[in-house]
Nanobody, 122 residues
Framework: QVQLVESGGGLVQAGGSLRLSCAAS????????MAWFRQAPGKEREFVSV????????YYADSVKGRFALSRVNTKNTVYLQMNSLKPEDTAVYYC???????????????WGKGTQVTVSS
């Protein structure tokens, strides 16, 4: 069992930065792939980024590539999503998820946090 708690969301102007954190509890964290998804009002949840259990491999959605960076510290059971050059279209609730493999398919993730709101003003 893994419990996930996101933090770090907020209101920022376009061009600004935020760092989201996802703190995990449970013994399987260090062997889990960790991902971020987001959901904007009226839209489906979409993949943002995923990182492998060792932190050596990560993938990003084209919409955030070059602006977002995902990292993890297994000794702290925490993953971090650094978001730079934020745009109004990045506005969404951001969810952390844990799963057994690296995938952009949200159906393959077993555990989810409750989400943190990110709002980017123009």
């Amino acid at each position: 069992q893994v419990q996930l708690v996101e933090s770090g969301g907020g209101l920022v102007q376009a061009g600004g930065s935020l760092r989201l954190s996802c703190a995990a509890s449970g013994r399987t964290f260090s062997s889990s792939a960790m991902a971020w998804f987001r959901q904007a009002p009226g839209k489906e949840r979409e993949f943002v980024s995923v990182i492998g259990w060792s932190g050596g491999t990560s993938y990003y959605a084209d919409s955030v590539k070059g602006r977002f960076a995902l990292s993890r510290v297994n000794t702290k059971n925490t993953v971090y999503l650094q978001m730079n050059s934020l745009k109004p279209e990045d506005t969404a609730v951001y969810y952390c998820a844990a799963g057994r493999g690296m995938s952009a398919d949200d159906h393959l993730y077993d555990y989810w946090g409750k989400g943190t709101q990110v709002t980017v003003s123009s």
